[in-house]
């Protein structure tokens, strides 16, 4: 039976962010190398445990490169609030990047 007629939205989007880290997963173990990860507004139909959950895993030193991507400020800087270590933050708009202090 097809996830999208059985599971909720956050379900369905837990689900394929499941698939994408086994896939990252897969490519870091079969080539030795860290693939860059982008996650891309994902957090949108996801309670803030799930997010947590999430942020704290790809945050640990083994992920390389990560691309977060959101449209609510707001909610961002609550994600990024959870990570530790080194990160960079910017604004796109019109195609222009502006970082942010």
Known sequence: M???RTASQGQTKTFTTSLRL???EF????????PLL???DIFDKLDSRRVERIIRLVARRDFGQIFITDTNRKHLDEIVSLMA???RMWT??????TPER
């Open 22 to 24: 086994a896939q990252y």
């Open 92 to 97: 796109v708009s019109d195609g222009a990047f």
């Open 2 to 4: 097809p996830l999208r």
């Open 27 to 34: 490519l870091r173990e079969a080539t030795g190398m860290r």
């Open 38 to 40: 982008l996650l891309d």
């Open 85 to 87: 270590g080194d990160f």
